[in-house]
């Protein structure tokens, strides 16, 4: 891939990643709970399942997404309802407490479980890579050797990205102390929300 060619696909992945979407408040989420060092794992869950997708987008398996109308509506439903899932989770979840032995419930694995099914049961952000991925691929140049450079560089923008955003949400605590109930709520809403509008989304 040439030089100017991928300096415009970092800009571009930079221009998606900052996009608040499940992930990004997923993140957030985990960040103010357990801190920005655990929720590593639910960045490292996430990028995971966009480097799934984007591989898949690269072999063509997208293909049959965009052309398979009730496969697309089914995978949106499965996406809509684990979202939902995890909105109810939240609002049932106790007050966020700060003791340090209170994190050890939340172990590293299920971090990085959540991270990754929020990124693979949202089929837009499929749809979303085979829409910007053909301008930046050369037929008449390596695609392994492209699509490894696309992937490898939407994965280390998206985890510098989300890493910056557990970090802002780590600097918050003293405030969810406080206020632990209410921050559980508004963010299990959003996630509700997203869930809630994502089968209906074009």
Not at 64 to 79: E, H, M, Y
Not at 95 to 100: E, K, N, R, S
Not at 106 to 118: D, E, K, V, W
Not at 135 to 157: C, E, G
């Amino acid at each position: 891939m040439p030089l100017d060619t991928w300096l415009l696909y970092l800009l571009t992945c930079f221009g998606i990643a900052v996009v608040p979407g499940p992930n990004a408040m997923l993140v957030l989420t985990h960040g103010a709970m357990h801190g920005r060092q655990k929720a590593v794992g639910t960045i490292s869950g996430g990028v995971l399942g966009f480097v799934v997708m984007l591989s898949l987008c690269a072999t063509g398996l997208a293909v049959l997404i965009q052309t398979s109308p009730t496969l697309f509506n089914a995978l949106k439903i499965v996406g809509g309802v684990y979202l939902i899932w995890l909105g109810a989770n939240l609002w049932r979840a106790a007050p966020i407490t700060f003791d340090p032995l209170s994190g050890q419930a939340s172990g590293n694995a299920l971090l990085f479980r959540q991270g990754l099914l929020a990124a693979l049961s949202n089929p837009k952000a499929l749809l979303l890579y085979t829409a910007f991925l053909p301008p930046f691929l050369d037929s008449s140049r390596n695609l392994l050797v492209q699509t490894l450079v696309i992937v490898i560089t939407y994965a280390v923008v998206e985890f510098a990205v989300e890493y910056l955003i557990a970090s802002a949400a780590d600097k918050v605590r003293p405030w969810l102390a406080r206020s632990g109930r209410l921050f559980n709520l508004i963010c299990g809403c959003f996630f509700v929300i997203f869930g809630v509008l994502l089968p209906f989304s074009s």
